[in-house]
């Protein structure tokens, strides 16, 4: 049997709005911590951002331009548990925790999982650039890297 | 919250209330943070319940809504002060939800024993019980559609208001209305629901 229009109105209007928790104190104690500010008041946060960020880039080409080159496998990532590697299009994760598996879907895409468990990724046609690729442990360990698709 | 429902009285209630938003941006910006606790008190009930309709999970509307609030306050500085508060907060509640839910989409499991499933809202809210078949199927139209449908039934704007709310021409949401109805009297048909 049909629904009228004025029924499925007055069924949607009867629905109760319900009681939701209270953002005030979670709000305003991030706010006060000095995790966010209005952006009229951020140019001194900016700066000191800037002067840190300034500070972090000088160290890291510093250690670059001293340190040794060391030999690395070409194409693998190894995080703990997690080996992501890749092989021209294609990207085999193997995990060995259990968990869930979450990538940029805009540039890889699966294509099935092997007998042992690896997951293969391939480049989506006309993908380029960096792919995050993220594993959910089951233990709530959260690795994340990512691959350059070209 | 369409003034056409107001009284004399109610309507000079509404303006205050509107000038009460603007002083405390005022003050907010200038550095009291209290202020934004009204702006806080004063939306926190209807963008929930905004929000909660729009994600179809408790827990996670209640994260949605903290990040509105935080994204609102940090770019306070940016809302243009000629317009309504309450057309921008919610216009920051529902951008949220949709980035929220297309985030939510590219999920790849790989065990699939592990992801727990997620629970209905109606399950969540025992006072929901009864729409439980209109908020799945609510929950199934695509997110633009859900908008309208939520802040014109749920939480009662005018359609201009939306309109200003969602920054569409007030023929679009009239007409993204009136499909949203016509797909949810299909869907509730089909699972035998009449008059």
């Known amino acids: 049997m049909a629904i009228s229009d004025e029924e499925l109105v007055r069924r949607l209007e009867s629905v109760p709005m319900v009681e939701g928790p209270d953002f005030r104190k979670a709000v305003l104690g991030r706010v006060r911590a000095g995790f966010s500010r209005p952006d009229r008041l951020k140019p001194v946060r900016t700066l000191a951002l800037g002067l840190a960020w300034a500070a972090a880039v000088a160290i890291v080409l510093g250690i670059a331009f001293f340190r040794q080159p060391s030999p690395q496998i070409s194409g693998a990532t190894m995080l703990s548990n997690v080996n992501v590697t890749q092989d021209g299009d294609r990207v085999l994760v193997k995990a060995n925790i259990k968990g869930t598996l979450e990538f940029d879907q805009t540039r890889l895409t699966k294509v099935g999982t092997l007998p042992d468990g690896t997951v293969v990724l391939k480049r989506k046609a006309g993908a380029t650039g960096p792919a995050a690729i993220v594993y959910h442990a089951a233990d709530g360990e959260v690795l994340k890297t990512s691959v350059a698709v070209n | ?195």
């Not at chain 2, 907060?89 to 989409?105: P, Q």
């Not at chain 2, 019980?129 to 939520?150: F, M, S």
Request: charge should be negative; include cysteine; charged fraction near 30%.
């Open chain 2, 1 to 195: 919250m369409s003034y056409s429902n107001f009284s004399a009285t109610d309507l000079y209630l509404v303006k205050k209330e509107e000038d009460l938003d603007r002083i405390a941006v005022e003050r907010c910006l200038e550095g009291d943070s209290d202020a934004f606790g009204e702006l806080i008190t004063r939306y926190q009930r209807p963008v929930f319940n905004t929000v909660l309709h729009m994600v179809g999970d408790a827990e996670d509307a209640r994260e949605v809504c903290q990040q509105a609030f935080m994204k609102a306050f940090e770019h306070l500085a940016s809302y243009d002060r000629d317009r309504k508060f309450f057309s921008w907060i919610y216009r920051v509640a529902v951008n949220e939800s949709i980035n929220w839910l297309k985030a939510r989409r590219p999920h790849e499991e790989l065990d699939e024993h592990i992801e727990t499933p997620r629970a209905n809202p109606a399950q969540q809210f025992e006072e929901l019980e009864v729409w439980r078949d209109l908020h799945e199927e609510i929950l199934k139209l695509e997110p633009n559609y859900r908008a309208v449908v939520i802040l014109r039934h749920f939480v009662h704007f005018s359609y201009d208001e939306i309109a200003e709310i969602l920054k569409l021409p007030e023929k679009t949401v009239k007409s993204r209305l009136f499909t949203a109805r016509q797909l949810l009297r299909e869907a509730l048909e089909a699972r035998g629901h009449g008059n």
